[in-house]
């Protein structure tokens, strides 16, 4: 599984190559206010066909707002865009009949049962042999005599399952997934992130928003969006390396008495204890490691050079970007 | 002690919480204030069970000073104003079918000359009964307080001077009553017609008011509006099959209506059959707005007896609409109950023509217009 993501993040490092790939998303400028709070502010991003495309970002930061402008769900105040090569502003009928929309609730109708939901998608859709076509997503989702089963009846795994089939089952080009494995057990998120990878080696896009960092690893590429703002977009190892942070990890009697500690010490911006360790860093290299020169005498501390993870960039992305809206 | 100073602070605390969530479910803290409010007013100021100043319609083949003291003295018992001069029978035929009219006096050609010629000639008065409320008082004052009040003023003073026992001898002239359309006075005549727009307008509203309120709730709705569906084809689907169980409805209660209670159909049930089907469209449409402007379910059934209220009460239904002051006839005019109880009661009871309703179908026609682009413009705004 781990082949396919490096192949095409070795293709999206060639800047010449841009202007030649077919953008499944390419929007400039969006912005949305909800009355006097902007919740999108001038937002653009790419999206390669047939990538599994990240999308991160706190609670409230815009992610589902942006998910929405794309499938014409909102209208945005501000920006233009094409979604699938169609207009956002102007084709947003023509857009939503090959784009596949998960929300983040599960939002079947939990009064119709397993096959009443699909047949209903499929008819709306217009998939031909609708009957036939529920049919077959039953089989594919292995719900086969559960098909008579109300559909708020399953449970949670199941009703994501449901749900992502309800989503392709009208063989969408590009599939929208508003947090699709919130609340799911590892072992479905598994195997939803292995149904991912399918669609996407079909040919399918993704974007799929979640909160988890290993989730995120499993994209072809990523964006951090906080405040409205996109703060980050590019590989996972793009994102990292473009972060400029230095890391330290400690490791010391009472971690958390240390972590406080460290979190007053000027050159040191970032802290975040982990188990027995804490992770230390800062983007300044010199200050950083003045500030770690500090603690030399402390011989019951043990110090080792670490490289930044995910979350530690995205930890620092959003320091950063509440400094600028305070 | 502890105890009982722990249970007031728990007690406490749940009835503080409990006012704010109050505070804040704005639906129902207005329909809290404005219920009784409504009732109030509409009880106190809008309702009369013995009406005044009946709308009356006056065919005049005589014209004389006496009939024109008649015509006063009719318009002094203030049960009658008289609001129409139709020209011929047809005319006032056509006022009185289409409820523009409560009653109908004729004076007949030669009426004074009949007078002075001690003929004792008739007035025919004919009334709209289909509402015993409405015309048994006015009836009723018709005969003495007229009679009394003409003679004082043209026998006493003017022609009978000589002092004779005047009081006693036989009246100059007398009214023949024709109560129409239920001369026996039987309520339920009124009533079960008046029950079709009701249920159909209660049931109407309820379904639609909650089936997309139920959607939002349920999350549904975002799902709904990201597949290729235009709003309008959301909305003629969700009315659509309730169209269908108005019909059942309809069909069921005027069924009862004839076998059980012995509602005449007079007039054409095809054009009744199809102004229902206009009423129940109005009525979905206007559901389906406050399904629009509802947060949730409970909201949207607050709005709809919110709405039923002053459509029971000023339509007509239960008082009778005549006796209402202007301002509450203007606001009855907005409610598609209004209409609906005159066509219903107008084509079953009276045998009323669509060119005798002709001011009610447009009426509803408006609302209905209007209830469905407000429909319409809400839902578009659902997510924006």
């Not at chain 1, 499938?71 to 596949?100: F, N, S, W, Y």
């Not at chain 1, 590009?174 to 292995?194: H, Q």
Request: aromatic share 8%; net charge neutral.
């Amino acid at each position: 599984m781990s082949a396919r993501p490096e192949h095409v993040e070795a293709a999206s490092l060639e800047p010449g190559l841009a202007r030649d790939v077919d953008y499944a998303i390419d929007v400039q400028g969006l912005s949305k206010s909800f009355g006097i709070n902007q919740v999108v502010r001038k937002l653009s991003m790419r999206v390669k066909r047939g990538q599994i495309y990240g999308f991160l970002g706190p609670n409230g930061s815009g992610k589902t707002t942006t998910i929405r402008m794309l499938c014409g769900l909102l209208t945005p105040d501000e920006g233009r865009g094409t979604c699938l090569g169609m207009d956002i502003l102007t084709q947003g009928r023509a857009i939503r009949r090959h784009v596949g929309y998960m929300t983040q609730k599960f939002s079947l109708y939990a009064d119709l049962s397993v096959r009443e939901n699909l047949e209903f998608i499929a008819r709306i859709y217009g998939v031909p042999d609708a009957e036939a076509a529920a049919a077959e997503a039953i089989v594919s989702l292995g719900l086969e005599g559960r098909e008579r089963q109300l559909a708020g009846d399953l449970s949670g795994g199941w009703k994501q399952r449901l749900a992502l089939g309800a989503c392709i089952l009208p063989k969408p080009q590009l599939l929208l997934l508003d947090e699709p494995t919130a609340g799911v057990d590892p072992k479905a998120r598994r195997e939803f992130w292995a149904q991912i990878h399918d669609l996407a080696g079909a040919g399918v896009t993704v974007l799929v928003s979640t909160h988890y960092m290993d989730e995120a690893e499993r994209c072809h590429e990523i964006a951090y969006i906080a405040y409205g703002e996109l703060l980050a977009q590019g590989t996972v190892e793009e994102v990292i390396a473009g972060s400029a942070l230095h890391m330290w990890r400690v490791t010391g009697p009472d971690p958390a008495a240390l972590a406080r500690e460290l979190m007053e010490v000027p050159g040191i911006e970032l802290v975040a204890p982990f188990g027995t360790s804490v992770h230390v860093g800062g983007r300044d290299r010199t200050a950083l490691e003045l500030a770690i020169a500090r603690f030399a005498a402390r011989e019951e501390l043990v110090w080792r050079p670490d490289s930044p993870n995910l979350e530690d960039v995205f930890i620092d992305l959003i320091n950063r970007s509440r400094d600028n809206f305070r | 002690m502890n105890g009982v100073a722990g249970s007031l602070r728990r007690i406490g605390a749940m009835i503080r919480k409990e006012f704010i969530q109050l505070m804040r479910d704005r639906v129902s803290f207005a329909a809290m204030v404005s219920i009784p409010l409504l009732q109030l007013i509409l009880f106190g100021y809008a309702i009369n069970t013995t009406p005044r100043h009946l709308p009356t319609a006056v065919l005049a083949y005589d014209q004389s000073s006496l009939t024109r003291s008649i015509l006063a003295a009719i318009e002094n018992t203030k049960y009658f104003s008289i609001t129409h001069h139709p020209v011929n029978e047809a005319e006032a035929e056509h006022l009185l079918r289409s409820g523009q009219v409560l009653f109908v006096v004729e004076i007949p050609a030669g009426f004074e000359r009949a007078v002075r010629r001690g003929e004792s000639p008739s007035l025919l008065v004919s009334a709209d009964a289909t509402d015993p409320v409405a015309s048994t008082s006015a009836l009723a004052a018709l005969g003495r307080l007229v009679e009394t009040s003409v003679r004082r003023e043209r026998f006493n003073v003017d022609d009978a001077p000589e002092g004779s026992g005047l009081e006693q001898a036989p009246p100059p002239f007398e009214f023949r009553t024709h109560p129409r359309y239920n001369p026996a006075a039987v309520t339920q005549l009124n009533i079960v017609p008046g029950l079709l727009g009701t249920i159909l307008t209660m049931t109407m509203l309820i379904f639609t008011a909650l089936s997309v309120t139920r959607e939002i709730e349920r999350g549904t709705m975002e799902t709904l509006l990201a597949m290729p569906i235009r709003p309008a084809e959301i909305m003629v689907g969700k009315i659509a099959p309730y169209v269908m169980v108005g019909a059942m409805q309809a069909a069921m209660i005027l069924g009862a209506a004839v076998l059980l209670f012995d509602v005449p159909v007079v007039g054409n049930l095809a054009l009744l059959t199809v102004l229902t089907g206009l009423f129940i469209l109005t009525n979905l449409s206007i559901g389906y707005t406050f399904s629009t402007l509802a947060q949730n379910q409970l909201q949207a059934v607050q709005m709809t007896f919110m709405y039923f209220l002053p459509n029971i009460l000023l339509s007509g239904f239960m008082f009778p609409f005549a006796g209402m002051p202007t301002w509450a006839q203007w606001i009855a005019e907005t409610l598609p109950l209004t209409h609906y109880l005159r066509m219903v009661r107008g084509i079953l009871l009276k045998g009323a023509t669509s060119a005798d309703l002709a001011q009610n179908i447009i009426g509803l026609s408006v609302i209905m217009l209007v209830a469905m682009v407000i429909a319409v413009k809400r839902f578009r705004q659902t997510l924006d």
